[in-house]
Structure formats: C-alpha cells, structure tokens
C-alpha cells in the first residue's frame, strides 16, 4: 500500500481526534508549522510520477492510501480536490482508499462525473464512540458510493452498529486502538462483540490495530507501537481482506 498525502494539517473535530497521530508526528520531529495549518505537499500529483522511460512509476494495481496526515475532506482543500478527483480518474488502473471523520461533507465535494461513485474508489466512514457512529452511519449509508468501509478507530468504547451493517453496502468493518503514550485503552470485549455484530451480519471484520493499551481479562496489557499490528492480527478475529475494489 503506497501512502499518498496531497496536503497535510488537519483540525481536531471529535472524540477520536484527542491524541491524534498526525500532530504528535508533527511534535516529535519538530515542525516549524502548525499541524492545524493545511498545506500542499510536494507529493501532490504522487500517482502520476514518471520514471525514465516515460512509465508510470507506481503500475497498474498500485494501491493508494490517501490523506492520512490529514482529511480529504477538509474545508481549506475545497480547491485542492478536484484536481484529485481528476488523478484517480487518470489512474483508473490503480486503487484508492481514503478514511474521514467529516463524512457530511461528502456529498458538497464530489465531481460532477461521480454518479454513484467510481469504481477505484473505496471510502471508509470513522467513527468512535456510540454518538458519532449514530451521527456518522446514516449519512454515510445515504449517499452514492461504490465501495463503502466502516473504521471503528480509535475505538473508545462498546459501539452498537447492528442497524447500519448492511452486507449489500458495507463491505468491511476494521477496528482498531489508539496508539501513542497518552493512548486511551481498548477492552477486547468491545472488539469481540464488534467481531459478533459483523458476523451477524455476513460483514467481512478486519481487527487491524490493538493500540498502545490492551485490557483483557480484566487485565490491562502495554503493547509496544511495532507489535500493535502483529498482537491484533494473532487475535485470529480478521475473515478476509478487503478485495471487491476495482
């Protein structure tokens, strides 16, 4: 998975944006702007790089995570996006993904050649906490998107997401926890029972991340930022990545 991050900065909205990666990332390696100031990046045309002999750098079947220092979404990129809009057409050969917390927005940044979404396009809904998965999930179901993902991170406590898990339109929930030194706990109770709701439901389940503080058993468990993917993997909860893209 190739990270493409046309602009980076983004702005704190909601519970899950606390301890948010992007400005302690900023903070550890000093700097000089503050995150909250969105700004081009020099990787802005990213998927068409050339190499020598004219080639696309990145070849067809290249997938692209988008936006991840920031929010494709994000008001102050209004007049950024659509050339991105136009670079994902371009490469229509490649895969793209990108995750928001303003899912509202959507509809207000589409193309107008989206119809009801393009099929290189996977877009993942984040919600972490029961209000803003009841805010988040009815908006996200409603409007015309090809490839629909639900990211449950960080997840901050038991979410019910039982009435939105519909498997003719969500096609993966991934659940993961909050990583960082002020990092709130995930109870794996919450990622079993989410785990239960998708298999309930015939919904793909991917548990991705485990966060920096693990409680299980009633015990609660310090797991280092390069085991957070391993541990969450050992867990045996994931069905089957997350492939009708394209």
């Not at 050339?83 to 371009?90: F, K, N, P, V």
């Not at 229509?92 to 207000?108: N, Q, S, Y």
């Not at 706990?185 to 309930?200: E, G, I, S």
């Not at 015939?202 to 693990?214: A, K, M, R, V």
Request: proline fraction near 5%.
């Amino acid at each position: 998975m190739i990270t493409w991050n046309p602009w980076h900065g983004c702005h704190k909205i909601s519970a899950g944006c606390r301890h948010c990666y992007v400005y302690r990332e900023d903070m550890a390696f000093g700097s000089a702007l503050p995150t909250s100031e969105i700004r081009k990046t020099a990787s802005f045309r990213l998927p068409l790089k050339r190499d020598r002999k004219k080639n696309w750098k990145y070849p067809a079947g290249s997938q692209f995570a988008l936006c991840f220092t920031s929010d494709l979404l994000i008001e102050e990129a209004d007049l950024w996006r659509p050339e991105i809009w136009d670079i994902i057409r371009q490469r229509h050969d490649c895969t793209f993904f990108f995750f928001t917390k303003r899912i509202e927005r959507l509809e207000h940044c589409l193309p107008d050649d989206w119809g009801d979404g393009y099929d290189n396009l996977a877009i993942g809904c984040t919600v972490e906490n029961q209000d803003r998965a009841d805010f988040r999930m009815p908006i996200f179901l409603s409007l015309p998107i090809k490839h629909r993902l639900v990211i449950v991170a960080p997840m901050l406590r038991q979410i019910d997401l039982s009435k939105y898990l519909d498997p003719d339109i969500i096609e993966q929930v991934s659940v993961g926890g909050e990583s960082g030194k002020y990092a709130r706990p995930l109870n794996y109770d919450w990622v079993l029972d989410m785990h239960a709701q998708c298999k309930d439901a015939g919904i793909p389940f991917n548990f991705h991340q485990t966060g920096s503080y693990l409680i299980k058993d009633g015990r609660q468990y310090h797991i280092p930022r390069e085991h957070q993917h391993s541990q969450a993997r050992k867990a045996g909860l994931d069905d089957i990545s997350f492939n009708k893209i394209g």
